[in-house]
């Protein structure tokens, strides 16, 4: 290799025979293969692995004759940088040496082993002017020597670090190179992430301001701009992209950042006269900027030249991109460029005349050319073709290196088809998924390796960081469910998931947030993957938890269940990438079981351990079926209803039928809260009975009819929909909602159906849920097409014509509303019917019965006690106190039991015929008659069960059928003929409530 060189020359010390050069001379020594100098302390590294220094002071003659050597003890050099009072060698070993001066005596510089850099090699060094920074093998970044500015990524507290320190908060992240400027300190990531910190008085942070920053920040407007390399100079900053463009922030006072003005930048702007050339490296020295292009050979310099460091025969300053081939064609220089150099007031090139050499690293140069341990198909096909008792060790170690590392694993298996990775953000990983699986593909057949990998990841998942800095850093949490298939052993597959979950859990929250967007971004088929990982493990816990209910196996199955709980709740954001039944754990019902068992062996310490054990899994609503969560709404309400019992607490409601909703009101306005913890008595007047269920249920039918009649006048009625709906504030000023809101909670509490006629949008109100237009269709279908039908115009004079302002007509009295501030004064557009509607929506539902609905609610919450009913969600709420609609009328008949008959008796026969020879409506009053509502329970018909029973009269055809709501009994006489059975069952059915024959 040769070298050219120009510049300050008692700075450069190039061995040349005349002084203070303005164009490029040659430095013709075959063996140099690095060179740096800054502040007058000029390195050459040889060839050899050896190096050479020298001193600014000494005389030309005397520096050849004194060229002193580095002596590192069994080290082979491989590159060096220089600070303004310092030097860092780095060795192939990955060991890093530093000297701080130049010994004025000794012919040999022996520097020092830096300390704290041994855990893996170090594979880049990079110098400010009192700084040092190292990147390591394993992604680690470390800094040491003066905090001034903050330049070494922690608080100016500290003033400055004697040894280095890792920068836990690029944790993660897969650096591809380092870089320092005179104080300020540059990283880039292998997707093109920009990092910066430490000074920015000229805005060299590329941040948009000019205050120093003590911890990496985010070059925001670099994103996505596929950035490979960077260089700093005293206070600028030069970024190139892969496509070879050039950008440039921080002090602009000499022309350095090449934009044809001597202004500064606090943000990257893009160097114009680059444009299109297609640069393939770029050097900053302290004021001024190399740009070098592989294709043509051009090198182009802008900056301060008063020093001749622009190598154009010239001393002034250049503001924008000028070539210098003419110069380096004058001198016989090659275009074969190896490597550029600008550093200080100097710059310098490394060529050879060999026509074949090749251009460093695919053309783009890198400071070291060496990379932190990614995982590539050469390595991964060395790691199984090598025999197992050769170089195992380093085998070992480099499976280690790379697995236990985030920051290795966050930068393997890129997803570089279009460069997509450069695209990484909170909703795009920028990880190739194939890869990972042809991965596992080659590897799950070396159990070595396997083992290996296994030890590793355990290693790393202990290690995570509880606030990756961005999304690259996130990738782990994806990648290692994917590496879980690799293994067989199920406490393998626990234990590290029970890692993975550690740290998932550990992220904050925003952290978090970010990780759920980017796995609901991922296919469909790997979210399902990583449900179905969480719900195989949950079942594995449910089952430890069983046997031995310890503190240990509890929180192990907690910790579980809150990831599938977070995965839940993301599905539900996405609009359910997969259906809910996939979150299911079947073997919550073993808690069931050992509760009946306890109950039946009347081991009353068993029962509540798991009782507490049941109840506290509220907050893991996902794995409940609706039918597993009304049993925990059950569990729930027999705990506080056994207590109120023992403490003889009573809640009885006597009611007359013509009566019944005056007297409901007052029974509830003298009630306390504590009353309601107590099941509810009903009893009817005149009428015997006890309560065991039926009575109650009759009574809530009945009262909701009454409550929700148009004659009551307390809701507003939607013709189109026959649904119902609170008034708007100020209409009512009584506590009508407050007590509305507690029979509904009542029912509810009291395994009781009321059929209130709400949309669906209440329940999502009381779940925090907030309606959406899709509500509006439930509630008002002509509303609801008007609305859409404004969101899918397509004209913009429709639109006009519609003469829309952000309004809307109150039908109690009349008046307008507005929607927004000034809304009659704004009309509808194109541009803002999206937010009219949601304003129209928000209006309805929400704003103008702001005050009613709250009255329900805190109603709603004082008549059901038990608050395990935010367990359900909206739909599945309402169907448990609304009820099942979806009649099966031949299953009835086949889930019927029999008492005094059986199937084949003439009378059931007869009954059957009579029963689906009637209308709808008859067959309706007839599960009224049976129950006292007439819906089905949750579950539907599949579910519901009744008895019919021969009472054994004597002269049957003179009584009726009666029925025990409370037991679900028919009593049904033995008729003679199917015509007396069928009008004494048409009789009873269309006079039961008036004679009270249920």
């Given at each position: 290799?040769?070298?050219?060189?120009?510049?300050?020359?008692?700075?450069?010390?190039?061995?040349?025979?005349?002084?203070?050069?303005?164009?490029?001379?040659?430095?013709?020594?075959?063996?140099?293969?690095?060179?740096?100098?800054?502040?007058?302390?000029?390195?050459?590294?040889?060839?050899?692995?050896?190096?050479?220094?020298?001193?600014?002071?000494?005389?030309?003659?005397?520096?050849?004759?004194?060229?002193?050597?580095?002596?590192?003890?069994?080290?082979?050099?491989?590159?060096?940088?220089?600070?303004?009072?310092?030097v860092l060698f780095l060795t192939r070993a990955g060991k890093v040496y530093e000297f701080m001066r130049f010994p004025k005596k000794s012919k040999t510089v022996c520097p020092r082993l830096i300390p704290n850099l041994q855990a893996a090699p170090i594979i880049q060094i990079a110098c400010g002017r009192h700084h040092s920074l190292a990147l390591s093998q394993d992604g680690k970044l470390f800094s040491w020597g003066s905090n001034t500015f903050g330049q070494l990524g922690?608080?100016?507290?500290?003033?400055?670090?004697?040894?280095?320190?890792?920068?836990?908060?690029?944790?993660?992240?897969?650096?591809?190179?380092?870089?320092?400027?005179?104080?300020?300190?540059?990283a880039v990531s292998l997707s093109g992430t920009v990092f910066t910190w430490g000074r920015n008085n000229a805005g060299q942070l590329g941040l948009g301001s000019t205050e120093d920053e003590c911890s990496p920040n985010i070059v925001k407007s670099l994103e996505s701009k596929k950035t490979i390399f960077v260089s700093c100079g005293e206070e600028h900053t030069a970024i190139l992209t892969k496509d070879g463009m050039v950008f440039t922030f921080g002090a602009g006072g000499y022309g350095q950042l090449g934009h044809n003005s001597s202004r500064n930048e606090l943000k990257p702007r893009l160097v114009a006269?680059?444009?299109?050339?297609?640069?393939?490296?770029?050097?900053?020295?302290?004021?001024?900027?190399?740009?070098?292009?592989?294709?043509?050979?051009?090198l182009y310099m802008f900056g301060c030249g008063l020093q001749g460091q622009l190598g154009n025969r010239k001393r002034c300053n250049q503001l924008v991109p000028l070539t210098t081939k003419k110069y380096i064609r004058f001198c016989k220089v090659p275009n074969l460029i190896k490597r550029i150099h600008a550093g200080g007031n100097q710059s310098m090139i490394i060529y050879s005349e060999v026509e074949n050499c090749s251009i460093s690293e695919g053309q783009f140069a890198n400071s070291t050319g060496k990379r932190i341990a990614i995982l590539n198909d050469t390595t991964v096909q060395k790691w199984i073709t090598s025999p197992c008792d050769k170089k195992k060790n380093k085998r070992k170690r480099e499976i280690d290196i790379t697995f236990s590392s985030a920051s290795c694993l966050n930068g393997s298996f890129l997803e570089t088809s279009n460069d997509q990775h450069f695209k990484t953000s909170p909703v795009e990983l920028g990880v190739?998924?194939?890869?990972?699986?042809?991965?596992?593909?080659?590897?799950?057949?070396?159990?070595?390796?396997?083992?290996?990998?296994?030890?590793?990841?355990?290693?790393?998942?202990?290690?995570?960081?509880?606030?990756?800095?961005?999304?690259?850093?996130?990738r782990v949490y994806l990648i290692v469910p994917e590496l879980l298939r690799l293994l067989n052993e199920e406490y393998d597959i626990s234990l590290l998931t029970d890692l993975l979950s550690n740290a998932i859990l550990q992220l904050k929250k925003d952290k978090r947030k970010m990780f759920v967007s980017l796995l609901i971004a991922f296919p469909t088929s790997y979210f399902m993957m990583f449900v179905n990982l969480y719900q195989r493990v949950s079942k594995q816990c449910f089952e430890k938890t069983v046997d031995e209910c310890s503190e240990n196996n509890v929180n192990q199955l907690k910790m579980t269940l809150?990831?599938?709980?977070?995965?839940?709740?993301?599905?539900?954001?996405?609009?359910?990438?997969?259906?809910?039944?996939?979150?299911?754990?079947?073997?919550?019902?073993?808690?069931?079981?050992?509760?009946?068992?306890?109950?039946?062996?009347?081991?009353?310490?068993?029962?509540?351990?798991?009782?507490?054990?049941?109840?506290?899994?509220?907050?893991?609503?996902?794995?409940?079926?609706?039918?597993?969560?009304?049993?925990?709404?059950?569990?729930?309400r027999t705990a506080i209803t056994s207590k109120m019992m023992i403490e003889g607490m009573d809640n009885s409601l006597p009611v007359r039928r013509e009566n019944i909703l005056q007297d409901a009101f007052h029974f509830l306005r003298r009630s306390s809260p504590n009353n309601f913890q107590a099941p509810l008595q009903v009893s009817f007047s005149r009428e015997q009975g006890i309560d065991q269920g039926g009575l109650s249920q009759e009574f809530f039918t009945l009262v909701t009819k009454e409550l929700c009649a148009p004659e009551a006048n307390i809701f507003k009625?939607?013709?189109?929909?026959?649904?119902?709906?609170?008034?708007?504030?100020?209409?009512?000023?009584?506590?009508?909602?407050?007590?509305?809101?507690?029979?509904?909670?009542?029912?509810?509490?009291?395994?009781?159906?009321?059929?209130?006629?709400?949309?669906?949008?209440?329940?999502?109100?009381?779940?925090?849920?907030?309606?959406?237009?899709?509500?509006?269709?439930?509630?008002?279908?002509?509303?609801?097409?008007?609305?859409?039908?404004?969101?899918?115009?397509?004209?913009?004079?429709?639109i006009d014509g519609m003469m829309l302002d952000f309004?809307?007509?109150?039908?109690?009295?009349?008046?307008?509303?507005?929607?927004?501030?000034?809304?009659?004064?704004?009309?509808?557009?194109?541009?803002?019917?999206?937010?009219?509607?949601?304003?129209?929506?928000?209006?309805?539902?929400?704003?103008?019965?702001?005050?009613?609905?709250?009255?329900?609610?805190?109603?709603?919450?004082?008549?059901?006690?038990?608050?395990?009913?935010?367990?359900?969600?909206?739909?599945?709420?309402?169907?448990?106190?609304?009820?099942?609609?979806?009649?099966?009328?031949?299953?009835?008949?086949?889930?019927?039991?029999?008492?005094?008959?059986?199937?084949?008796?003439?009378?059931?026969?007869?009954?059957?015929?009579?029963?689906?020879?009637l209308s709808e409506e008859m067959k309706k009053r007839f599960l009224a008659f049976l129950t006292g509502s007439d819906r089905i329970p949750v579950g539907g018909m599949e579910k519901f069960t009744f008895t019919i029973c021969n009472q054994g009269f004597l002269y049957s055809d003179l009584f009726y059928p009666s029925a025990n709501t409370c037991a679900r009994i028919l009593y049904l006489p033995c008729y003679s003929s199917i015509e007396a059975l069928r009008i004494k069952l048409q009789h009873a059915l269309q006079f039961y409530e008036e004679f009270g024959l249920a």
């Open positions: 290799m040769n070298c050219c060189c120009w510049g300050e020359s008692d700075c450069a010390d190039f061995g040349l025979t005349v002084k203070d050069q303005c164009f490029p001379l040659l430095y013709k020594k075959d063996t140099i293969y690095e060179i740096s100098f800054q502040n007058g302390n000029l390195v050459i590294v040889l060839r050899n692995g050896k190096a050479i220094t020298f001193e600014e002071q000494e005389s030309l003659a005397q520096q050849r004759h004194k060229a002193k050597v580095v002596a590192v003890k069994d080290e082979t050099i491989y590159t060096a940088v220089s600070g303004e009072s310092h922690i608080t100016k507290e500290t003033a400055s670090l004697s040894s280095p320190h890792h920068l836990v908060s690029l944790e993660g992240i897969p650096l591809a190179q380092i870089s320092a400027g005179g104080a300020h300190s540059v006269e680059l444009l299109g050339v297609q640069v393939s490296q770029i050097a900053c020295g302290w004021y001024h900027t190399i740009a070098y292009v592989c294709t043509t050979g051009n190739d998924m194939s890869a990972v699986n042809r991965f596992i593909g080659k590897v799950k057949q070396c159990p070595y390796i396997l083992n290996q990998v296994k030890k590793s990841v355990k290693k790393m998942l202990e290690s995570l960081t509880d606030s990756p800095i961005c999304a690259e850093a996130l809150q990831i599938l709980q977070i995965l839940y709740q993301a599905n539900l954001d996405a609009g359910l990438k997969i259906q809910e039944h996939n979150f299911y754990v079947p073997e919550v019902a073993f808690i069931f079981q050992v509760m009946c068992r306890s109950i039946i062996l009347g081991n009353r310490n068993t029962l509540l351990k798991y009782l507490d054990l049941l109840l506290s899994l509220k907050v893991f609503p996902c794995i409940f079926d609706t039918g597993g969560k009304l049993q925990m709404f059950l569990a729930d009625h939607y013709e189109d929909s026959r649904l119902i709906w609170f008034h708007e504030d100020g209409y009512r000023t009584g506590d009508e909602y407050h007590l509305a809101g507690e029979i509904c909670g009542l029912a509810l509490y009291n395994k009781c159906m009321a059929d209130f006629h709400f949309p669906l949008a209440l329940y999502k109100k009381l779940l925090n849920i907030r309606p959406a237009l899709e509500d509006m269709h439930e509630l008002s279908p002509t509303e609801g097409r008007c609305l859409q039908g404004l969101l899918d115009e397509e004209y913009d004079e429709v309004t809307k007509l109150n039908t109690n009295d009349g008046s307008v509303a507005e929607l927004i501030p000034d809304g009659e004064a704004t009309p509808v557009t194109r541009h803002n019917r999206k937010q009219y509607v949601d304003a129209y929506v928000d209006y309805v539902f929400n704003s103008s019965v702001k005050k009613n609905f709250e009255d329900f609610a805190n109603g709603f919450k004082k008549g059901c006690s038990a608050d395990m009913w935010t367990i359900f969600v909206p739909v599945e709420l309402m169907a448990v106190i609304h009820g099942n609609t979806a009649y099966d009328w031949e299953q009835l008949e086949k889930n019927v039991k029999y008492r005094g008959y059986d199937v084949s008796s003439e009378v059931i026969k007869n009954f059957w015929t009579a029963f689906h020879g």
